[in-house]
């Protein structure tokens, strides 16, 4: 049995909170961040909570050079209980790993690295913001820190935890976005890396999404690499359609990230005796179902945004309007209840929350 | 007319220079670094060269997480006339630039870039190593440092260069090597990432590299990420081969990445009017060519190795012996001529090689 000891050094200057009321996404970080460092022959050792500060890293760190490194993004609500409630972080430190295996980067213990994002959110109370829609994002993730320019997995690497007060994603909040169909560009294709939170799938994206904006779209619908035909899923949600009363979202093949959102999402509907289906699903069936006015809903799914409606599919010159442009009757249950888990406004028929302790002990302990 | 400055901050604790007789790839680096900055609204600015150091990053910089990075890669040689040479710098350059367009990156100005490298190189002239084989390996990389957890392109760069001494790639050096063809991983696919020089598609590899060589293969032979069928190229090399007399290479189709070692054996070999073609070659047509005895030759080009030569390729559970797993004659006087070029032994007939002017300016200028 090993012992995880967390080692905290606090803060000497605070920093002054923004306004929670105008909270931007991702621009403002709370006073501390966890790290534990990674070396060959060692293991995961040294899980500390420090001040936040910079990394310091030398030139040839293998991160600059070739992107080894894994991601996960999950939140912390702050309940009417005055509570603090994560939503199934677990599956994040799953997904983790999974990202770890398709990158070479050794596996961390998910209690470990679970127990100091708890340890680090307890310490940060204060910065959970409290008014609706907003929330803590917690950004862990693992960079390669070696100093060497060969192609090989790396010797050293850092996990490392930071927090964000984060308002709504999209500044339209629960309003329909528009999305465009993207036909030049691949996110992922199967064999790649798509299934796995990994840095290079999101530089790879920001062309389509560049090209996107410009033409007055909010987010680009990926289609698959081979045959960019079928749909797999929108910047960085999973997307699901509504078609003559059954749900229907893209099956996971390998390309496509498995979203926790998603997931919840498939548990929720079939819970509700709603039919639904994970199916390969092309843009032609959509087309034509749209055609015989069967798509009856769209909406994005994942931690950031929760359910973004899809009002508007641009698609071959054409504007596929769906449900009116409006906030569909499913998509808004789904995001009431959804939130409403959450935030323990709900009840939470399987579980998903998890309670942010207050002064969690300092010394956690596992068993491999 | 914008003018370039270029400080210049010399060491105060020079390092001990490492054995060049026995110099590992990419762990070495010299005294200073070239460093110029990127800020939306005011462009690339404060070009400097400081001592080699430790980069300072918010641990939001978005590099970590969204991986909005690209690099080069390319040579300087010590000539037996003690002057320092550059090999199609030009080139290397001008790919940047493609690569930054891929990634969203604002344009570098190429005679700016140059430049820095140049000065930088001339002021560690004593770190370009002089026995055979060796050299200094020069890495150019621009890094995304706005701290922002938003999928969008940074508003901040470091375009940074860092040079290490380095012997052979290979420990094998020009002998053969084993390759293994990769039937379940993909690196890159048309409309992603793969014609760009980015960290994801090197963390992307890892993996199928790390399976091969537990087989006892050094790197693995790419096929295309559509249909798993046409070849691409090889770890970090592109690839040829000589079939019957003629000499073959994937045509550059959006995937591969377009090599300057490769380019400049195409316009070598038209020059000797050695019979040369860019197409579509798939693994069958290859495998049955070499049923028919006619692949007489098969070679990997790339900065890091120049010319190494394939011995052995692993293909649905057979082993492909090429030319009797030893260095062909036609591989073997592009390696001599290409490296006799780089080190000015050879006449430069398309001019391709650049010297390293001593003291050059602290000032330099461009037009635009
Ligand atoms: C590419 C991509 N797809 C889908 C999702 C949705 O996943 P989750 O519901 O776990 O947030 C994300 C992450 O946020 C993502 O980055
Ligand atoms: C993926 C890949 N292919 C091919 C090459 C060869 O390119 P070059 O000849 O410019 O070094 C490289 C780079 O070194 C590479 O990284």
Redesign the pocket.
């Known amino acids: 049995m090993t012992e995880f000891k967390i080692d905290i050094t606090l803060t000497e200057n605070p920093k002054q909170k923004p306004d929670f009321a105008h909270l931007d996404f991702g621009k403002n970080f709370t006073d501390h961040m966890f790290i534990v460092d990674y070396t060959k022959g060692k293991g995961w050792h040294d899980a500390r909570i420090v001040p936040y500060q910079p990394i310091t890293l030398d030139p040839a760190a293998m991160v600059f050079h070739y992107g080894q490194t894994v991601f996960?993004?999950?939140k912390a609500y702050h309940t009417s209980e005055e509570e603090v409630l994560l939503f199934r972080p677990d599956?994040?430190m799953k997904?983790l790993n999974r990202s770890n295996d398709r990158l070479c980067i050794p596996h961390i213990d998910e209690e470990l690295a679970l127990n100091g994002i708890k340890k680090l959110i307890d310490l940060e109370r204060e910065w959970v913001p409290t008014a609706e829609g907003t929330s803590l994002y917690v950004r862990p993730f693992i960079i390669a820190t070696e100093p060497y320019l060969g192609v090989a997995p790396s010797k050293r690497y850092q996990f490392i935890v930071i927090l964000s007060p984060v308002g709504a994603y999209y500044k339209e909040g629960i309003n329909p976005v528009k999305i465009a169909v993207e036909r030049q560009f691949v996110?992922a294709t199967i064999g790649g890396t798509?299934n796995a939170?990994t840095a290079g799938?999101?530089a790879g994206?920001l062309k389509a999404q560049e090209v996107a904006e410009a033409d007055g779209y909010s987010q680009v619908l990926w289609l698959d690499g081979r045959e960019n035909k079928y749909i797999e899923?929108?910047?960085?949600?999973?997307i699901f359609f509504k078609i003559n009363g059954e749900v229907v979202t893209p099956m996971l093949n390998g390309s496509?990230?498995?979203?926790?959102?998603?997931?919840?999402i498939l548990k929720l509907l079939a819970h509700w005796n709603i039919p639904v289906s994970e199916r390969k699903l092309s843009m032609e069936e959509l087309y034509e179902a749209y055609q015989q006015g069967l798509v009856e809903e769209a909406f994005?799914?994942?931690?950031?945004a929760v359910i973004s409606p899809v009002g508007e599919l641009f698609w071959e010159n054409e504007k596929l309007v769906i449900n009116g442009g409006k906030t569909g009757e499913l998509s808004k249950k789904l995001y009431d209840t959804l939130t409403g888990i959450q935030l323990g406004t709900e009840s939470d028929p399987f579980g998903w929350t998890v309670k942010v302790e207050k002064q969690e002990p300092a010394t956690l302990s596992q068993t491999n």
Chains 1, 2 share one sequence.
């Open positions: 996960e993004g999950l599956m994040n997904r996110r798509g939170k799938n999101y994206s899923e929108v910047g960085s949600m999973n496509i990230l498995e979203g926790v959102t998603r997931d919840s994005g799914t994942g931690t950031a």
